[in-house]
């Protein structure tokens, strides 16, 4: 655990932020050694149906995945008070919610799966790999579910560094089992989400075992689990709009991949490799974003608005200049990225143009999302939601269609930093009103108790 109400600033979000990149990393290995494996050994039109299924997947996901970053928020909330009780409570909530949710996700996913796919206008020679992929994958959900539990958690609590030893662990079992099951044994796509599932229930399991005998607060078991209406209503409080808004955006991916879907099996290939590609190199961003939103948490918590300014200060720098190093890097070394996942001439240029015209705007994407993490530790998660969903459905969508009618599949492309200056306006001129000072669980300082 990690109390960030005092210290030097910059030096925590650094250190808090560095377990999450590497957890990042190795966790969206999971996604790219799927892509590589499949593009490499199955062919363009399995890397296609893995890249579908993604967005299905994480709409189907992204709600309650939401509000397990609520109840981060309010954990960092009560940790910051130290308010212990509750703190115990809280986690014990969470879980109950995450495993009810899971059932839920899991049997609507599988039977909804073949028409989502033909809704969103799959090319037909796609649909049957990807139904098998995804109904696959979406078996597992519980344990995808009860480990980003324990992330949100330990997270909440200061600790970005446990979680990362078991998203490694993960990491090296799925690539192993990928190679295994689709390099050696010559398996099909479906093998490759067996591997996943595998990996996050060791990964999973491990987890509870270790942190059940060595953490002092968490204590996973279903024997002595309680469910605290109050608390779950403060977490869906704040996490709902932010799983609103992750719906939103998957929705939006998959409005998104519908009009890529129209340019051929080719364009559906190249934005699955693109993608990949596109969610490392942002996933910095997104973990400087995650810290910022413990340290907001603790430090409202405290009643230390001052440490919150200067943690988006150091926050913003950081997410600039890593935003400015990484466009050089993939406007450089694009094309050969993309030839790790394809051999295949027109799915590597389609895709280095994405590459090219996408990460020349890195900076607003780290820009608009270091202040959203300031507003997520806040409690503030509405407006964020409005501005996605505005940036997205209202600008980004149609957007898409108008430009893919005048310049075809790259017109897809501009459509997105289009969204995020947009994003990073609103939500720039939300954070100067001061309201999301007020959002947060905390009301009253904790009362000091002085000894004779």
Avoid at 417 to 432: A, E, N
Wanted: glycine share 10%; aromatic share 14%; charged share 10%.
């Amino acid at each position: 655990m990690k109390d960030f109400t005092s210290g030097n600033v910059t030096k925590q979000i650094l250190s808090f932020s560095a377990p999450l990149v590497l957890g990042s990393v190795f966790q969206n290995f999971y996604n790219i050694i799927d892509s590589i494996v499949v593009g490499n050994f199955l062919g363009k039109e399995a890397l296609a149906a893995v890249g579908a299924s993604f967005p299905v997947i994480f709409t189907l996901t992204s709600l309650v995945i939401g509000i397990g970053s609520g109840a981060s928020t309010v954990l960092s909330q009560y940790f910051g008070a130290k308010d212990m009780k509750n703190v115990g409570k809280t986690i014990d909530t969470i879980f109950v919610f995450l495993f009810a949710a899971a059932v839920v996700v899991t049997f609507v996913g599988i039977a909804l799966s073949g028409f989502i796919f033909r809704m969103i206008g799959l090319p037909d020679e796609i649909i049957p790999q990807s139904k098998v992929y995804m109904n696959i994958y979406l078996s597992g959900t519980f344990l995808l579910f009860g480990f980003n539990g324990v992330s949100s958690v330990l997270r909440g609590l200061g600790d970005s560094k446990t979680p990362l030893w078991f998203v490694v662990i993960a990491t090296v079992l799925n690539t192993l089992l990928d190679l295994l099951f689709v390099g050696v044994f010559g398996w099909g796509v479906g093998s490759v989400a067996v591997a996943t599932i595998l990996a996050q229930g060791f990964s999973f399991i491990g987890a509870v075992i270790y942190l059940n005998r060595t953490h002092p607060i968490i204590r996973v078991s279903i024997k002595n689990i309680r469910f605290d209406r109050g608390i779950f209503r403060s977490c869906a409080r704040i996490g709902l709009p932010t799983g609103f808004q992750q719906s939103f955006v998957s929705l939006g991916m998959m409005a998104v991949m519908g009009i890529v879907a129209g340019f051929g099996t080719d364009a559906v290939a190249a934005y699955t490799a693109a993608l990949r590609i596109d969610s490392f190199a942002k996933m910095p961003s997104v973990a400087f974003s995650s810290a910022l939103a413990t340290f907001t948490g603790q430090n409202l918590g405290a009643f230390r608005t001052d440490r919150v300014r200067q943690g988006l200060r150091s926050t913003l720098v950081i997410s600039a200049l890593y935003s400015i190093l990484v466009t050089v890097l993939i406007v450089l070394f694009g094309q050969g990225l993309m030839t790790l996942f394809s051999s295949d001439p027109a799915v590597v240029k389609i895709g280095q143009d994405y590459l090219l015209i996408v990460t020349s705007f890195y900076i607003l994407f780290s820009l608009m999302f270091s202040y959203n993490g300031l507003l997520r530790g806040a409690g503030a998660t509405f407006v964020p939601m409005l501005t996605t969903l505005f940036t997205l459905w209202l600008v980004r969508v149609p957007l898409s269609v108008w430009l893919a009618a005048k310049f075809g599949v790259n017109g897809v492309w501009w459509a997105l930093p289009v969204s995020w200056g947009l994003g990073c306006v609103i939500t720039l001129l939300y954070y100067f009103t001061g309201w999301w000072k007020n959002k947060g669980v905390v009301k009253s300082r904790p009362v000091e108790v002085v000894s004779d």
